[in-house]
């Protein structure tokens, strides 16, 4: 069983994924650096090198690696989901869930934390803004596909009790299942 975090730049996937791994004794992969670590370059590299098309086919390759990975937290890059049947490929491998922050709250991360993604480089705060808003309108048609929302901006260490409180269950009783199971 694979549970993958969706949602926006800046939703937080990652901060909350490696706390809720840790907290279900799962392990945790970040898509964003398992591609830079397959590619040995930093995704600013592969957007100048090779351009945003290139790099959604990476992402949507690299994440197919992953199904024979199983008891992970996948923490996924913001446009993934939006790209290449991705998000119907992690409904069927997976529990998906969508960390749906409001706008304003990401403006305000992105801006303050952009420098590692192309995408929102060289844009002055009125611009990011706006691009933020636009392009989360169009995203949410994909994010909503996800079998679980969850209002992520709460404070990160309750939401990582409620996430793993209500997952917990399912894996003890899938390991209980596999203990019971002959052979
Ligand atoms: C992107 C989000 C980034 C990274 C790339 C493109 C996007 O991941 O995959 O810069 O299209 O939203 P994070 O959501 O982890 O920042």
Redo the contacts with the bound molecule.
Sequence with gaps: MKIFLIG??GAG??SLGKKLAARLGLSFLDT?SFLESKQGRT?TEIFEQEGEGYFRKLEAEYLRELADIERVVVAT????PCYQQNMDWMNEQGVTIYLEVPEDVLVNRVLTDNNK???LQGKSADQLSEYVKGTLAKRNKYYYQAQFVCHAAHPMDELVDVLAGYFRRFYVSSFQNEADSPG
């Design positions: 926006f730049m996937k990652s964003d995704i890059g913001g446009g993934l993604r192309p995408l």
